[in-house]
C-alpha cells in the first residue's frame, strides 16, 4: 500500500493503479485501496480508465457503506456520509464523459444507498435522455421516466423543505409543453412554483412558466413570469428569457424598440438566431451576425471532433428501453480532474499495518432495500 501511495504522489498513475488492485485483490474491501485505485485511474486521463475509474468509485461507494456509520437513508441531501461524496464524484465523472454517460449513470444508480442520490442520479439518466431526439416516443418516454422514479424517490425523504425532484418536475413540464399541452405543464410547474429555489432553477422555472402561460393566451402572467425571471442574477436561462418576453411582447403589440432589445440581448448571451429574431433584428443587425458566426465556429469545432458519443452504443439509438435489462459498461474518456479532498484523505489515512475492511464477507443489501423498488417501463 505505501508503494501505491508513493506512485501516485509521484503521478506514476499506471503504476500506482496495479499496485492498488493488488491490495483490492487482497483485501476486497480496503477502501483506501479502492479510493487510491480509483483516484488513480481518474488522473490517468485515458479513455479506458476513465471509464474505469467511474465504476471504481462506485466500488468504493460500496465498501464506504459497509464500513461507514449508519446513515438515514431518507434523509436530506448531504447526509449519506462519505459514501454519498463517493458516489458523487463518481456521478460528476460519468456526467462529463464523451461516450457512455447513460450506461454509466445507469451503472452508479445501482450503487445509491440514499433516496436523495437515487432520486438525483435518475434525474442525471433523465437529462443525459433530453440531450438526443426526443421527438423519438421510446426516447421521450424514457426520459419521463426517470424523472418521474427521481421525484417518487425524492418524496420519500425526510425533507419538508423541498417535498419533491423539483428539477424533475421542471423536466416533466417542459416535456409536456413540448408535446402541446401547456395546461398540464402549469399545473406541474405550479407545484414547485412557491418553494425557495436555488437562482437559476428559478429562472428556468418562471422562463417555462412564461412560454405556457403565452401559449394559452394569458399574455400579462406570461410577461409577469419572464420579467421576473430577468430580475435574478444572470445565468444560463437568462438569454431564453429575453428571447420569449420578445416574443411575448410582439404578440402583446409591444414597443419595436422593446421587443429588439430583448432579442439582441439573448443573441447576445449566446442565443442561436432564431426566425422571428431575424425576422425583427434583420439580417445585418450586429447580434444576428455575431450570432452566425458563433454558430458556424461551433459547428466546424463539434465536426472535427471524434464523432462518438450515446448514440454509437448507450442504449439511446434504438427503440428498446434504456430501462430494459443492461449489457456491458462502455469505455468512455472524460475530462481530467482533482479528486475530492474528502477522497484523498481517505485514501491517505491508511498507516500501512491495519487492513481496513475485509472483515464483512457476503453481500450487504442496500440500505435503500426498506424503500419501494423502483418502478420499470
Known amino acids: 500500500m505505501k508503494i501505491a501511495d508513493a506512485y501516485l504522489d509521484k503521478g506514476k498513475y499506471s503504476l500506482a493503479s496495479k499496485q492498488f488492485l493488488k491490495v483490492i485483490r487482497k483485501t476486497p474491501d480496503h477502501l483506501a485501496a479502492h479510493l487510491g485505485y480509483a483516484t488513480a485511474l481518474e488522473r490517468a486521463g485515458k479513455s479506458k480508465q476513465v471509464n474505469d475509474a467511474a465504476i471504481a468509485y462506485g466500488n468504493a461507494t460500496r465498501v464506504a457503506v459497509i464500513q461507514g456509520e449508519k446513515v438515514d437513508p431518507l434523509g436530506k441531501a448531504g447526509t449519506g456520509g462519505i459514501a454519498e461524496s463517493i458516489l458523487r464524484r463518481a456521478m460528476q465523472i460519468a456526467q462529463s464523459a464523451s461516450t457512455g454517460r447513460l450506461e454509466l449513470l445507469r451503472t452508479l444508480s445501482t450503487y445509491a444507498h440514499t433516496a436523495a442520490l437515487a432520486a438525483d442520479l435518475y434525474y442525471a439518466i433523465g437529462m443525459e435522455l433530453t440531450n438526443h431526439d426526443m421527438d423519438q416516443e421510446s426516447i421521450r418516454d424514457d426520459a419521463m421516466t426517470a424523472f418521474t422514479i427521481a421525484n417518487e424517490f425524492a418524496v420519500k425523504r425526510n425533507d419538508t423543505d423541498i417535498p419533491c425532484h423539483v428539477q424533475s418536475i421542471i423536466e416533466i413540464g417542459k416535456i409536456a409543453m413540448d408535446q402541446g399541452n401547456s395546461l398540464r405543464a402549469i399545473e406541474y410547474l405550479g407545484r414547485v412554483k412557491s418553494l425557495h429555489l436555488e437562482d437559476d432553477v428559478h429562472v428556468k422555472l418562471l422562463v417555462l412558466s412564461g412560454r405556457a402561460h403565452s401559449d394559452i393566451g ?73 450570432s452566425y458566426n458563433r454558430q458556424h465556429w461551433r459547428q466546424m469545432n463539434n465536426h472535427q471532433e471524434s464523432t462518438g458519443g450515446i448514440m454509437s452504443g448507450g442504449g439511446v439509438g434504438s427503440q428498446k428501453s434504456v430501462f430494459a435489462p443492461k449489457a456491458g459498461n462502455e469505455e468512455v474518456p472524460s475530462e481530467n480532474s482533482d479528486t475530492l479532498s474528502l477522497l484523498e484523505q481517505g485514501a491517505a489515512s491508511y498507516d500501512g499495518h491495519a487492513p481496513m475492511g475485509g472483515e464483512n464477507d457476503g453481500d450487504v443489501a442496500s440500505n435503500l432495500s426498506n424503500l419501494n423498488g423502483r418502478k420499470r417501463t
Request: with cysteine; charged share 20%.
Open 218 to 290: 394569458e399574455v400579462d402572467i406570461a410577461i409577469a413570469d419572464l420579467t421576473r425571471a430577468l430580475s435574478f442574477p444572470q445565468c444560463d436561462s437568462t438569454a431564453s428569457a429575453h428571447h420569449e418576453l420578445a416574443l411575448v411582447l410582439s404578440k402583446n403589440n409591444g414597443e419595436v424598440h422593446e421587443i429588439n432589445s430583448h432579442f439582441e440581448q439573448a443573441l447576445d448571451l449566446g442565443m442561436d438566431p432564431t426566425t422571428e429574431a431575424i425576422s425583427s433584428l434583420g439580417e445585418h443587425n450586429m447580434s444576428i451576425i455575431k
